[in-house]
């Protein structure tokens, strides 16, 4: 697969020999190091949140096949997943004050390097917000091994290639892409066997000038079928200390969770998305024997119990799908699973293939919908429509087992109060069973990001949409999301509940025709908070299915505990759905929420604005439904109090 778009490759081949042997010193290479660094660094770094075992902690699968590949090639690998390490670090620790981010890493750098002594060091970067973390594990290595030559890869590389370079210069080289078959080429070359003219998705600086050779060198399908170098991955004590996927609520505390992968790629095209940017157009596959082998492998030889699919189309052959998951009730591997990256839409509407995902150990979904609005939707081309969204929940409703939920996107260019809420009819029509909204962040690289750019709305000034360098809310969603952030006051609190605040002001005075306007940036937080008591949370108060019930109880239960101890509304809809289930609320639900009303602002006013009562709390008596203003439902001329669903019985 290789598309030569470089017209000055003669020149940069000759370039690079020269390079090489800067770097290299004609030294042959046997010994690699892959290193993973910490998903964030020191200044963001909650030692209480990883010590809940609540931090993400994915294992490192593309280094992992990356070592496979060259161990079969006769190198040695091995690998370091800092992140992972530190994470384990922390649950031998007590306190905070006992515990030192920076030099925890740089220990595991060093003791690794000085015991193995690696010829190259090769560190990998997924997301932007690993980016200060990232340069400094590589500017760090760099500064104690001056002649150890470093090579970077990964996502984010990839869609900033010239830029990361620039910023992070002890990096010698930088691949990118699927990197298997390019990084063999490279150390080929390295090694004296190949000339530079084989190589592929290669860059680098060179005398301050960039250069890159950006031939596409990516795995066919056939070259898929790679298991990842589980040996050296410490498996099976990853989702002890931290937290991989979005479903693990819904599976037993003492599971084991492990992410893998079937194919690369997407078959939709979503201006917003970077998929297409790093794997090419088009999806690859593995083999279903490839898939199940390493299945067995996980649960035999490491116990794993649970994996998340890593893969961003994963139900893009619905016959090849519905033969895998058969494939996995067959051979009575009895794991459960999730589609944590989501799915999309169009390929639930295959009752077979539903039905064999179920069976085969399914308990939750993610769905990529965006936007309810349908110029949105060919805006971004969404590979989706209204009416595909609504089948696929009808769909899902039949398998009550699985845990359905949306992923849903404000703030795209353009985009109006009314096309707002659009989506919000949309998502109360499917009725799934969570919605997890976001601020667009648009990525480097994506059609979006320069349309956008092109548009004069992207910039640095507090307010925009442009939160890459944002220093205290790095996610959209989870434990560093912009929401997290601004409830532990690291950020300014919106203008919520000020009187020129959008839910408490403006929106409850808005005119029909003002839903036609495109509100201010300044204004998507609290966009974000309507949409979320709107669509999640007073949701609850109308699910009657006792399945349902169960499912959302142990999903606030773990939220409440690990992720958001501190969030009020999820205390006091915890407490809501443990006197639904239970009877009663438990004194230190009730002691917490009470702690938190005291001490926050934030919480205070959102509770007044919500007629949400502490008192009532406390007496264990609930409203029927969540009140706030008149806000216009049907885009008719006709308002109805909102959230007025019947807090029914369950079934």
């Not at 090694?191 to 050779?213: P, R, T, V």
């Not at 308990?363 to 969204?389: M, Q, Y």
Request: aromatic fraction near 10%.
């Amino acid at each position: 697969m290789n598309e030569i778009i470089n017209p000055n490759l003669k020149n940069v081949f000759k370039i690079t020999e020269e390079h090489l042997e800067k770097v290299f010193k004609k030294k042959p290479i046997k010994k690699i190091l892959f290193i993973n660094p910490p998903d964030v660094d020191e200044s963001i770094f909650d030692f209480d949140v990883a010590k809940r075992g609540r931090s993400n902690n994915y294992p490192a699968y593309g280094i992992g096949v990356l070592a496979s590949k060259l161990l079969d090639k006769g190198y040695i690998p091995k690998i370091c997943n800092l992140n992972h390490q530190i994470l384990k670090l922390v649950q031998s620790i007590k306190k905070a004050s006992d515990f030192d981010f920076i030099e925890s890493w740089q220990k595991e750098v060093d003791q690794r390097i000085y015991e193995f002594m690696p010829d190259i060091i090769g560190v990998t970067c997924t997301f932007s917000v690993t980016h200060p973390s990232f340069k400094k594990v590589c500017d760090y290595i760099k500064s104690k091994n001056p002649d150890l030559p470093i090579v970077v890869g990964g996502v984010h590389v990839t869609h900033d290639l010239e830029e990361i370079l620039k910023s992070v210069k002890s990096a010698d080289f930088a691949i990118t892409n699927e990197a298997e078959n390019a990084l063999d080429q490279f150390l080929d070359v390295v090694n004296g066997k190949d000339s530079c003219n084989s190589l592929s998705q290669l860059a680098f600086i060179f005398k301050k000038n960039f250069y890159n050779i950006n031939n596409l060198s990516l795995p066919t399908d056939a070259e898929l079928d790679l298991i990842p170098l589980y040996e050296e991955m410490d498996i099976q004590s990853h989702s002890e200390v931290g937290t991989i996927g979005s479903f693990f609520s819904l599976i037993k505390p003492e599971s084991k969770i492990a992410t893998i992968q079937s194919n690369r790629g997407c078959r939709a095209a979503c201006t917003f998305c970077n998929v297409r940017t790093f794997h090419g157009k088009g999806v690859r596959q593995r083999s279903v024997d490839s898939v199940i082998e390493e299945l067995k492998m996980l649960k035999q030889s490491y116990g794993i119990d649970h994996v998340v699919w890593l893969d961003d189309d994963l139900l893009k052959n619905e016959r090849r799908a519905a033969h895998l998951f058969n494939e996995m009730i067959k051979n009575n591997l009895n794991m459960t699973w999730d589609a944590t990256n989501g799915v999309i839409a169009k390929s639930l509407h295959n009752l077979e293939v539903v039905d064999a995902a179920e069976k085969s150990g399914c308990v939750g979904v993610n769905i990529g919908i965006e936007s309810g609005n349908p110029k949105i939707l060919r805006d971004i081309r969404k590979p989706g429509t209204v009416d595909t969204f609504l089948k696929a929940a009808d769909v899902l409703s039949k398998f009550p087992k699985i845990n359905t939920r949306s992923l849903l996107i404000i703030g795209f260019p353009n985009e109006t109060f009314r096309m707002m809420f659009d989506t919000i009819k949309l998502s109360e029509e499917m009725n799934l069973d969570w919605n997890n909204i976001s601020v667009l962040q648009p990525w480097k690289n994506t059609p979006i990001y320069d349309q956008m750019t092109e548009e004069g709305l992207l910039g640095d000034q507090e307010g925009t949409l442009k939160t890459e360098k944002n220093e205290v809310s790095p996610y959209q969603l989870g434990i560093y999301s912009r929401q997290r952030a601004i409830e532990k006051g690291l950020i300014e609190q919106s203008v919520f509940g000020e009187k020129q605040g959008l839910l408490s002001g403006f929106l409850n005075r808005i005119e029909i025709s003002d839903l036609d306007d495109v509100p201010d940036n300044k204004f998507l937080d609290d966009i974000w908070f309507y949409m979320n008591i709107r669509l999640n949370f007073s949701r609850l108060m109308r699910e009657t299915r006792i399945s349902k019930v169960n499912q959302q109880f142990k999903f606030l239960e773990y939220v409440s505990t690990k992720t958001a101890p501190d969030n009020a509304l999820i205390v006091y809809f915890y407490g809501y759905l443990e006197k639904k289930l239970h009877g009663s609320v438990s004194p230190e639900l009730k002691k917490r929420l009470q702690t938190i009303l005291i001490s926050s602002e934030y919480w205070r006013v959102r509770f007044e604005h919500f007629k949400l009562n502490y008192s009532q709390f406390l007496n264990e008596e609930f409203p029927e439904r969540i009140l706030t203003g008149g806000i216009p439902l049907d885009f008719r001329g006709q308002e109805k109090h909102l959230f007025e669903f019947p807090t029914n019985k369950i079934a």
